[in-house]
Every structure is written in C-alpha cells, then in structure tokens.
T-cell receptor, first 110, second 114 residues
Framework: KNEVEQSPQNLTAQEGEFITINCSYSVGISALHWLQQHPGGGIVSLFM???GKKKHGRLIATINIQEKHSSLHITASHPRDSAVYICAVPIGGSQGNLIFGKGTKLSVKP | EPEVTQTPSHQVTQMGQEVILRCVPI?????FYWYRQILGQKVEFLVS????????KSEIFDDQFSVERPDGSNFTLKIRSTKLEDSAMYFCASNLQGNNQPQHFGDGTRLSIL
C-alpha cells in the first residue's frame, strides 16, 4: 500500500514569496497528482506528472521518480493562492483510484 | 469548460435513513469515482466505476453503500442506513482514461447525519 506524506502541514507566507510544498510516497507510481482544495471545499486538479517538470502560470511541479518525491512551487505568491494543496498517487491498477496526502494548508498574507 | 456537478450541496439526514447523493459527470467521460472527506481529515477513495460496473472499492465501501448509473448522465451514491460516522464531504470525479488522465471533481456534497 502506498503511503503519501506531505510537508509542511501548514505554511504562512507573505505576498510575493516563493512557496515550496513537498510530497513523498513509498511505492513506485505511474503518475502523481497535485490538487488544490478551495476554502469552500471544492477540489481542482492542478497537475498530473510522471517525470520531470510541468509549469502552469506561476505554478511549477517537479517529480523525481527514483527518489519518490515531488514538489509544488508557487512563484510570486498571492493571497488568492491561499488554499489546501494536496498530493495524490494512484492506488494501483489501471482505474486511477487515488490515495491522498493530508494536504498543506497555505495562507498568503497581503 | 464542462464541469462535474453534484447535488445537493448540503444534505441533512436522520441517522438510519437512506440517502442518495447525485453526480453528473462530464458527458464523454468513462471512469467515475466517489471519494469522501471527513472534516479535518484527508480525502479517501470509496469506489471507482467503469463500463457500468464497480471496478474497485475500498474497505470503507461496505454493503451499506451502492453506486448506480441509472441513465446516460447521472452517477449516484446511495447509503442505505446512515450512521453518524457517515457525516463527511462526498466528492464525485470523472475522467476519460482512468489512470492516464487528471480527474475532474465536483464541488462536493456535505452530508450531515443527526
């Protein structure tokens, strides 16, 4: 069974700061998901990646398959980035069922 | 952009009652999922559904739970006899190709059992 660990659990930053959130997992995977959970509870998929790096706007996700580690970076953070960021990996098989980390609660102060 | 829609947004039910949570996945998607999140805890997988049958289910998904795709658009989660510990946010998700694609999530249904 795959275990997913995220750090830090909570993160407070000043607007404009560079943010890094880390995720590690215990069993080899085909791809890793980064998700954003809004304060109202809704979940949005940010990235799915299986190697290297992906960038979308101010968000960058990297993964090191050998080390079983991924990072999510936010450049020039803004108060609207305040949310819970969740890392998730497939349970196994081909159906895409996911195991989720506990999430990192990010608060960006103006 | 197409969305996964869930209804109701909040459901309050007496313990022991049956509840049905409804989801309309994105229309061309083939894989459907239910997850739940107890307040303050992480999101947990319940069940996946493909080709009109359950593909996989977790230990949480016992015989009190069932899923159904009653027509070409709806995907429902039924809890037969609710317990206090069923209180949680329930998320529906869908995608086209299983583990080869990101999942699209609905906004969730908050289920409160009294």
């Amino acid at each position: 069974k795959n275990e997913v660990e995220q750090s830090p659990q909570n993160l407070t930053a000043q607007e404009g700061e560079f943010i890094t959130i880390n995720c590690s997992y215990s069993v080899g995977i085909s791809a890793l998901h980064w998700l954003q959970q809004h304060p109202g509870g809704g979940i949005v998929s940010l990235f799915m990646l299986s190697s290297g790096k992906k960038k979308h706007g101010r968000l960058i996700a990297t993964i090191n398959i050998q080390e079983k580690h991924s990072s999510l970076h936010i450049t020039a953070s803004h108060p609207r980035d305040s949310a819970v960021y969740i890392c998730a990996v497939p349970i196994g098989g081909s159906q895409g069922n996911l195991i989720f980390g506990k999430g990192t609660k990010l608060s960006v102060k103006p | 952009e197409p969305e996964v829609t869930q209804t109701p947004s909040h459901q309050v039910t007496q313990m022991g009652q049956e509840v049905i949570l409804r989801c309309v996945p994105i229309s061309n998607h083939l894989y459907f999922y239910w997850y739940r999140q107890i307040l303050g805890q992480k999101v947990e997988f319940l069940v996946s559904f493909y080709n009109n049958e359950i593909s996989e289910k977790s230990e949480i998904f016992d015989d009190q739970f069932s899923v159904e795709r009653p027509d070409g658009s709806n995907f429902t989660l039924k809890i037969r006899s609710t317990k206090l510990e069923d209180s949680a946010m329930y998320f529906c998700a869908s995608n086209l190709q299983g583990n080869n694609q990101p999942q699209h999530f609905g906004d969730g249904t908050r289920l409160s059992i009294l």
